[in-house]
């Protein structure tokens, strides 16, 4: 989901890219921009999680 559509040019590089120009400004754009990072950033925190549990054992 994160890079989905990959051609021409993954859809979350094109919102970053947006976001850096300041052209970001939709709520749709917005959302979009949130939606496609969830999965990643669940990922993130999952691992993270996973990580700090096997350096308690």
């Given at each position: 989901?994160?890079?989905?559509?990959?051609?021409?040019?993954?859809?979350v590089l094109e919102k970053f890219i947006m976001l850096k120009e300041?052209?970001?400004?939709?709520?749709?754009?917005?959302?979009?921009?949130?939606?496609?990072?969830?999965?990643?950033?669940?990922?993130?925190?999952?691992?993270?999680?996973?990580?700090?549990?096997?350096?308690?054992?």
């Amino acid at each position: 989901m994160l890079l989905a559509p990959f051609t021409p040019m993954p859809h979350v590089l094109e919102k970053f890219i947006m976001l850096k120009e300041g052209s970001l400004t939709r709520p749709l754009d917005m959302f979009d921009l949130v939606f496609h990072l969830i999965p990643a950033t669940l990922l993130a925190i999952r691992l993270i999680r996973m990580m700090r549990r096997q350096g308690r054992r």
